[in-house]
């Protein structure tokens, strides 16, 4: 499965962004809709973190304690693609974001994660 993320880039503290992925490479008899998808992010000098997951149906989602509230995600399966809406942005979230699938339903670790895409930079100043 390759995943591609766009919609990176710079942003005031307050403002907004919204991240996608699109995944395609299934294998056979496997659709976007057989799988999980999430968004983890790494900062430099920092561990790899939980941002937010949302099952295959859309209907069921989940989000790190340092951005609820403030981040939501949501997919589309007829095309493909997960969303990351960023909104009040702090310079903490400046990060490298990474697009993740899965076949289950585990979010929080890393390691559950079986699909990972190369990631975009988000960079929010004061």
């Known amino acids: 499965v390759q995943l591609q993320a766009s919609g990176g880039g710079k942003a005031q503290a307050g403002g907004s962004l919204r991240l996608s992925c699109t995944a395609s490479?299934?294998?056979?008899?496997?659709?976007?809709?057989?799988?999980?998808m999430g968004w983890f992010r790494q900062a430099p000098g920092k561990e790899r973190e939980f941002v937010a997951a949302?099952?295959?149906?859309?209907?069921?989602?989940s989000t790190g304690d340092s951005v609820k509230g403030r981040f939501s995600i949501s997919r589309d399966n007829a095309k493909g693609t997960v969303f990351l809406q960023m909104n009040n942005l702090k310079p903490e979230d400046t990060a490298v974001y990474c697009c993740?699938?899965?076949?289950?339903?585990?979010?929080?670790?890393?390691?559950?994660?079986?699909?990972w895409g190369q990631g975009t930079l988000v960079t929010v100043s004061s």
């Open positions: 993740v699938a899965q076949n289950g339903l585990d979010f929080s670790s890393p390691k559950n994660w079986g699909y």
């Open positions: 949302v099952i295959w149906s859309g209907t069921r989602s």
């Open positions: 490479g299934f294998p056979r008899g496997f659709s976007f809709s057989s799988y999980s």
